[in-house]
C-alpha cells in the first residue's frame, strides 16, 4: 500500500524547488495534496498530480490567507492530516548589513508562517483525530553559520517552535517535527556569491550538493505512520555537515 494513502497534504512554498518535489512524492504515495505559493507556477505542479492535487494561492505571513486556505483544503478535500510548512526565504547578509526591512522579510516569511501554520493546521487536525507538521528548518538552525544572520535566525526559531509544538500537540494526536537540510540544489543557492557557495560546498563531508528528492524522502518518513512515535525530532539531511 501507498505510504500516504487516504491523506491529505498541505505544502507551503511548493510552486518549485523542495516544496514541489514533496508534493510530487506525497502525490505518487497515495496522498491528496494541497499546493499553495504566491507564485502561480504553483498551479502548474498541482496539474501534474491531477486529481491529488489542488493549488491555492497563499500568503504566508498572513493570518487570513492560512485560515482561507485551510477552510478551501477542507471543502476540496474534506480535512488535513499533513502539514509541510515549507515556504522560506533566503538574502544573505551579516549582522551589521542587516536592517529592519531584511529582518522583517525573513521573519515574517521563515518564522511568522511556519507559527500562524501551526495554529491553523493543528485546529483542523484534531478535529480529525491527529495528524503530522513538519517545518523545514535549516542547517543554520543548528549551529553558528556567520553572514546569513536574519536567515539563521529565523531558522532556530523555527527549531525552537517545533519542540514547544510537539510537547503541546502530543495529547491531541499531532507530532512536529523539524528538519534541517544543507546545501541543497534549488533556486536559493542562486543568493550565494561564487566564493561563499565555494565555501558551503567544500564544507560539506559527502563532497556534493544534496537534491530536492533527498530532502522530500526524509519529509515522507516524518510525515507517515512510519514515524508514528517521532515527534520533537531535529533531523539533518546536509551530506554530513551537522
Known amino acids: 500500500m501507498s505510504r500516504l494513502q487516504g ?31 504566491l507564485n502561480e507556477a504553483g498551479a502548474a505542479v498541482a ?24 477552510r478551501e483544503a477542507e471543502e476540496r478535500f474534506g480535512k488535513i492530516d499533513i502539514l509541510v510548512n515549507n515556504a522560506g526565504v533566503y538574502k544573505p547578509a551579516p549582522l551589521l548589513e542587516t536592517d529592519a526591512a531584511l529582518w522583517d522579510l525573513h521573519y515574517r516569511v ?3 508562517s511556519v507559527f500562524l501554520g501551526m495554529r491553523a493546521a493543528a485546529e483542523a487536525m484534531a478535529k480529525t483525530g491527529g495528524g503530522a507538521i513538519v517545518n523545514i528548518s535549516s542547517g543554520a538552525g543548528l549551529g553558528n553559520v556567520p553572514g546569513i544572520f536574519a536567515y539563521a535566525t529565523s531558522k532556530w526559531a523555527v527549531r525552537g517552535m517545533s519542540k514547544l509544538a510537539a510537547s503541546e500537540l502530543a ?13 541543497i540544489d534549488t533556486p536559493m543557492l542562486g543568493e550565494n556569491t561564487p566564493e561563499r557557495l565555494k565555501f558551503y560546498e567544500d564544507m560539506i563531508p559527502m563532497k556534493r550538493i544534496g537534491t530536492t528528492d533527498e530532502v522530500a524522502r526524509l519529509v515522507l518518513f516524518l510525515a507517515s505512520d512510519e514515524a508514528s512515535y517521532v515527534t520533537g525530532a531535529e533531523i539533518t539531511v546536509d551530506g554530513g555537515i551537522g
Open 47 to 70: 496539474a501534474e498530480l491531477g486529481a491529488n492535487g489542488h493549488f491555492v494561492r497563499h500568503d504566508v505571513a498572513e493570518q487570513a490567507d492560512w485560515a482561507r486556505v485551510v
Open 110 to 112: 521563515n518564522q511568522l
Open 7 to 37: 491523506k491529505v497534504a498541505l505544502i507551503t512554498g511548493a510552486a518549485s524547488g523542495q516544496g514541489a518535489a514533496e508534493a510530487r512524492l506525497f502525490a505518487a504515495e497515495g496522498a491528496k495534496v494541497v499546493v499553495t505559493d
Open 171 to 183: 495529547p491531541l494526536g499531532i507530532r512536529v517535527n523539524s528538519i534541517h537540510p544543507g546545501i
